[in-house]
């Protein structure tokens, strides 16, 4: 299988770490889409797209390549979508691939990893509540919403910072997408939020791209500089 990773910086809310040549998989090509053209050169293994949008919050504006990384990869097998702040090693983008592998048994084609610390929505409201840039987010509201819709909380939380998304180009991808971002538009960018909603609405259980996100070792998440 061919691959491609994207991700994307808006605001400088991250330092770009430089991208390692990757063993035992095929990368056609790796992005980094943001709104600052002074990253063109400055970050190694990274072909920048510059994209302005100033009338949005950055957190809300990298959500587009996030949602719909087939707008940013050519026809390829698969995508791997980054958090601008992780580190990855050699062997990335192997373990994603293996994620989504179409022979691999009961394996839909997206994957993510689990939350390593929460199941409930309520649980993870109160986290982000620590965090300034959730402060004028209605996440309670959010949240009675879903839980007013059916939403079984606890029910199954994933982690977001890593998305492994097989035939990217599919309908059912890019209407996946495309309602993820409706979601953030109208209650706002705590996209975990909305993702297990989702998710559960389609009734779709992803595959693990690997036990833990915080004890994986072919990546790693650094802290955001805001």
């Not at 994620?99 to 986290?127: N, Q």
């Not at 309670?140 to 939380?157: F, K, N």
């Not at 997408?177 to 779709?204: A, P, T």
Request: net charge negative; glycine share 6%.
């Amino acid at each position: 299988m061919i691959g491609a990773i994207v991700s994307a910086c808006y605001g400088d809310w991250d330092d770009i770490k430089a991208l390692p040549a990757q063993d035992g998989a095929v990368l056609a090509s790796a992005v980094m889409v943001t709104d600052n053209p002074d990253l063109i050169g400055r970050c190694p293994g990274w072909t920048v797209w510059v994209e302005p949008r100033p009338h949005m919050h950055p957190c809300l504006a990298a959500k587009v390549p996030k949602f719909r990384t087939d707008l940013y990869a050519p026809d390829v097998d698969y995508t791997v979508w980054v958090d601008a702040s992780a580190t990855i090693d050699r062997d990335f983008l192997a373990m994603c691939a293996n994620s989504v592998a179409p022979d691999a048994p009961e394996v839909p084609g997206l994957a993510t990893f689990p939350h390593p610390h929460r199941v409930s929505l309520y649980d993870e409201v109160a986290c982000s509540r620590t965090l300034r840039k959730y402060d004028m987010l209605p996440l309670e509201a959010q949240v009675r919403h879903y839980i007013d819709q059916g939403y079984p909380d606890p029910c199954i939380l994933r982690a977001s910072g890593c998305i492994v998304r097989r035939d990217p180009r599919s309908v059912w991808h890019k209407s996946f997408g495309d309602r993820w971002l409706q979601e953030c538009v109208r209650w706002g960018f705590q996209d975990q939020l909305s993702l297990s909603y989702l998710l559960w609405e389609e009734g779709m259980i992803p595959a693990d791209i690997g036990p833990s996100l915080f004890t994986n070792d072919h990546i790693t998440f650094g802290p955001h500089r805001a």
